[in-house]
């Protein structure tokens, strides 16, 4: 059975940093994409970054240049790297990967999530 599971969350005071960590176990054979995604209070989830297997980063407008996502092929993690942090960054962090336990199709997986809270 694939899991998920991110670390790293916690209270930063605005402009500060925090790394996010992701980590799949189970049996996989191959993950595809891997991602972030958010979700704050009484708001819809939205994409923050997604990177390939190739390493080819994507990013949401409002977190370029502050985040920076990367990825350990070999370990099967992601990494969300968010600098100069704002007080509406704080939201619920999912990580998200398409992973394949076969050699065929990739089905998307998703963590629990884990809170960041950016506040004085």
């Known amino acids: 059975q694939v899991q998920l599971v991110e670390s790293g969350g916690g209270l930063v005071q605005p402009g500060g940093s925090l790394r996010l960590s992701c980590a799949a176990s189970g049996y996989i054979r191959r993950i595809d994409a891997m991602g972030w995604y958010r979700q704050a209070p009484g708001k819809q989830r939205e994409l923050v970054a997604t990177?390939?297997?190739?390493?080819?980063?994507n990013y949401a407008d409002s977190v370029k240049g502050r985040f920076t996502i990367a990825r350990d092929n070999a370990k099967n993690m992601v990494y969300l790297q968010m600098n100069s942090l704002k007080p509406e960054d704080t939201a619920v962090y999912y990580c998200n990967a398409q992973i394949a336990t076969t050699d065929y199709v990739a089905l998307d997986y998703w963590g629990k999530g884990t809170l960041v809270t950016v506040s004085s």
């Open positions: 990177i390939t297997s190739g390493r080819s980063a």
